[in-house]
């Protein structure tokens, strides 16, 4: 089963929850994928060992790969970090997650500067490109196993909004207003 990514709601409730819209506004692959974001739905428990996986990463160039259990139990400072994951941000480079176990969600914003929230489960690769705006919670089930993946060194310096004169945020802007055909505000 693919992904499941929907336009989110303007509720402030708990970040856990699924805020969706009455009636629910799904967001299919395609649409994300004119946003930049890249899925792929692989088998989790062949991960150390799956050659598709292995496809991707010489593909992409991603030679570096960490793992990252975050549930209260395992992370120092628990609420601080997810705090932190969740405010809204930037990165220099492609952000690529793969999800071996548990869940938790990705908020993207589209071209209108609205949330999408995308439910990732176990066996989900995702790649968020460089200059989108996102953040990061884990739903009601707070756990979710993640392999981390980069080209080179990592860097994880988050870049949090406004971010409109940094140059991957400039590149992607550009990009997505070569996709659409008109102007987009930076947002």
């Not at 992370?75 to 793969?98: A, S, W």
Request: hydrophobic share 35%; aromatic share 12%.
């Amino acid at each position: 089963m693919a992904i499941e990514a929907w336009l989110m709601d303007d509720t402030n409730e708990d970040p856990r929850l699924p805020h969706r819209r009455n009636p629910n506004e799904s967001v299919s692959l395609d649409q994300l994928a004119e946003l930049g974001v890249l899925y792929w739905k692989l088998n989790p428990t062949i991960y150390e060992n799956d050659e598709e996986l292995n496809k991707i990463r010489e593909a992409r160039g991603y030679n570096y790969m960490d793992m990252l259990d975050l549930c209260p139990e395992k992370v120092e400072n628990y609420e601080e970090k997810l705090k932190n994951f969740y405010t809204e941000h930037i990165h220099q480079d492609e952000e690529i997650r793969y999800c071996l176990e548990g869940s938790g969600y990705f908020d993207v914003r589209d071209k209108d500067d609205r949330w999408i929230r995308i439910l990732i489960k176990a066996g989900d690769l995702i790649i968020l490109p460089a200059g989108i705006y996102h953040r990061f919670t884990l739903d009601p089930s707070n756990y979710v196993k993640l392999m981390r993946l980069f080209k080179g060194e990592p860097v994880w310096t988050p870049y949090n909004r406004p971010q409109e004169d940094n140059p991957s945020r400039k590149e992607y802007i550009k990009i997505l207003n070569e996709k659409f055909g008109v102007p987009l505000a930076a947002h």
